[in-house]
């Protein structure tokens, strides 16, 4: 067991990771999940790595231990790398797509979800409760139908089409709130504190699952760069421990530059690194056409701000037209169809272009799929 217990962000106090725990009890800041890396330096190669099935449990020396009855998987994880046929060449960079898009539920959410929902029935959860804005909640419906738990959901007023039809199909309860995804968020955790359901969401543990996508891109290549969408920001910061633990146990000699992309509506990250600030700046009324990472009080902002900042990486916010060809050209040129904010990333490489010099081995991740909208 390398978990050590659960770290504040903020104030550093470390906490059991015995409990169930979202946030800091002495200052509300996000918490990460500390692990014991000395104890995993030196008995772990990349041929050991190579043994193992190319899945997110490939590197469960740096997920919190899951007790096998309880671990819900179909397929998540060891997605492709695709090279870039095209826009690569176009952009003189050695351009890869991460497609994270053909994960079962079509977004990066499923890895996320497959380590939280086990740890959420390892603590005896019955029923799930969560707030979404499209792609957590189908993931997390999807995993809760084929665990045999009850998932109730709160979205956004504004969230339709096939993303509802996705979650109500696998037998959720979807509840319409009148607001954005911070109104959803908050009816999830009344639901957390009145109804003692178990809260999924951007907390802890999903993050432990996402960051294996950073472990995945260091088995295939040495980036220089790694482009992301942002909504609340878990993912990236996920992403970038997963490189820091790779370097931190001897598996790798260096990591790549994150690059956050978010969109001008909803842009709390990027203007917080303009200012030099170490909070995202609250975004009041959030309005993209990329919804999925529509989240103007980002709930790993900081986090998400720490990893920009150590990996001397940068943010950029990119306009809803921007977006729209983006995803354009990802469908037309190379063949990848993309949901808005799953082209969020490529419309960042392409509006920073004079950023990413020649030849640079450049990462950027489709992150959810096209059919979903
Ligand atoms: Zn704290």
Redesign the pocket.
């Not at 504040?8 to 106090?13: A, F, P, Y």
């Not at 946030?23 to 800041?29: A, E, H, K, T």
């Given at each position: 067991m390398h978990v050590k217990g659960l770290k504040?962000?903020?104030?550093?106090?470390v906490y059991s990771a015995k409990e169930v725990r979202y946030?800091?009890?002495?200052?509300?800041?996000s918490?990460d999940v500390l692990y014991d890396y000395d104890e995993i330096r030196g008995k772990l190669s990349w041929d050991i790595l190579d043994g193992r099935v190319f899945s997110h449990m490939r590197y469960k020396e740096f997920l919190p231990l899951i007790d096998p009855e309880f671990v819900v998987r179909m397929g998540e994880g060891g997605t492709p790398l695709l090279e870039s046929t095209v826009l690569g060449e176009k952009l003189g960079i050695d351009l890869y797509f991460k497609m994270e898009s053909l994960n079962p539920t079509g977004s990066f959410k499923d890895r996320g979800t497959s380590v939280e929902l086990g740890k959420a029935l390892e603590h005896g959860a019955e029923e799930i409760v969560t707030a979404t804005t499209g792609n957590m909640g189908t993931s997390i419906a999807a995993y809760c139908a084929r665990a045999g738990v009850k998932a109730r959901i709160y979205v956004p007023e504004d969230v339709g089409g096939p993303k509802l039809k996705h979650m109500r199909e696998h037998g959720a309860e979807v509840v319409k709130v009148d607001g954005d995804y911070n109104d959803a968020e908050e009816r999830a955790w009344e639901d957390k504190e009145e109804n003692e359901m178990y809260l999924m969401g951007d907390y802890p543990y999903r993050g432990e699952g996402e960051k294996t996508v950073g472990h995945e891109i260091a088995d295939h290549l040495d980036a220089d760069k790694v482009v992301m969408p942002v909504g609340n920001g878990t993912l990236l910061h996920g992403v970038w421990k997963g490189f820091k633990e790779l370097k931190k146990t001897g598996l790798t000699e260096k990591s790549p530059q994150m690059v956050g992309v978010q969109a001008e509506g909803c842009d709390s990250v990027v203007k917080a690194l303009k200012k030099n600030q170490k909070k995202p700046e609250l975004v009041e009324d959030p309005d993209t056409v990329a919804d999925a990472i529509s989240c103007g009080d980002p709930l790993d902002g900081d986090q998400a701000i720490t990893a920009l900042k150590e990996s001397e990486g940068s943010g950029v916010a990119v306009s809803d037209e921007d977006i729209l060809e983006a995803k354009k050209m990802l469908a037309e040129e190379e063949g990848i169809y993309a949901e808005e904010a799953g082209a969020t990333a490529l419309a960042g490489i392409l509006k920073n272009r004079e950023k990413f010099k020649q030849g640079e081995k450049v990462v950027c991740l489709v992150t959810g799929h096209g059919l979903k909208t």
């Open positions: 504040c962000v903020d104030c550093g106090e946030f800091c009890d002495s200052c509300s800041s918490l």
